[in-house]
């Protein structure tokens, strides 16, 4: 258990609606990710952050933007959202002692 | 061609059998490798690292070459339990501020009573 927590953990939304996921970790891991999972393309990256206000993209990012102003939350929001968000998505952290990524629980998205 | 790739399976199998999954990865400068597990909705969790001298953890025993580019995960005794998703990783170093983890799509394995 790597203390990664995620809300919300099912969400329906409509098209064209913000919506903001939150990824909160305790153990105060410096590097945080946002991956989206879909079937046939397995996992991939959208954001992360290795350290506060220090953000990058990954290699689907169009539609996304992330922020995070404190070291234990990493924030994902879908500025107008798709049918094509449809996912979901997880948080991980990774340690750099072990090189390892952990992943939270997941959110699961549907946008109608 | 993906960076990553596995055979989707499923692979169907009885209790009891071996059985060997493969994985290969197109980036010969990659410098670590993972196997992770994925239950049915739920978040892909590590199994095992994989070390250039194989590696066994119980009945689970992951290899690594280095010159054909593939890993490999091989389960004994196969157990109800084990029906998952099995993720091959490749972490690839492209320098800047973080590593380049690269999933692959998984192999489905149902282990059957």
């Known amino acids: 258990d790597a203390g990664i927590t995620q809300s919300p953990r099912h969400k329906v939304t409509e098209t064209g609606t913000p919506v903001t996921l939150r990824c909160h970790q305790t153990e105060n891991h410096r590097y945080m990710y946002w991956y989206r999972q879909d079937p046939g393309h397995g996992l991939r990256l959208i954001h992360y952050s290795y350290g506060v206000k220090d953000t990058d993209k990954g290699e689907v990012s169009d539609g996304y933007s992330v922020s995070r102003s404190k070291t234990e939350d990493f924030l994902l929001t879908l500025e107008s959202a798709t049918s094509s968000q449809t996912s979901v998505y997880f948080c991980?952290?990774?340690?750099?002692?072990?090189?390892?990524?952990?992943f939270g629980e997941g959110s699961w998205l549907t946008v109608v | 061609r993906k960076e990553v790739e596995q055979d989707p399976g499923p692979f169907n199998v009885p209790e009891g059998a071996t059985v060997a999954f493969n994985c290969t990865y197109s980036n010969s400068a990659s410098q670590s490798f993972f196997w992770y597990r994925q239950d049915c909705r739920k978040e892909p969790k590590l199994l095992m690292s994989?070390?250039?001298s194989g590696n066994e953890d119980g009945r689970f025993t992951a290899q690594l070459n280095r010159a054909s580019q593939y890993i490999s995960l091989l389960i004994r005794d196969s157990k109800l339990s084990d029906s998952a998703t099995y993720l091959c990783?490749?972490?690839?170093?492209?320098?800047?501020?973080?590593?380049?983890?690269?999933f692959g799509t998984g192999t489905l394995l149902a282990v059957q009573p």
């Open positions: 994989v070390y250039s």
């Open positions: 991980a952290i990774r340690t750099v002692a072990r090189n390892t990524i952990y």
């Open positions: 990783v490749v972490n690839s170093n492209y320098g800047g501020a973080t590593n380049k983890l690269i």
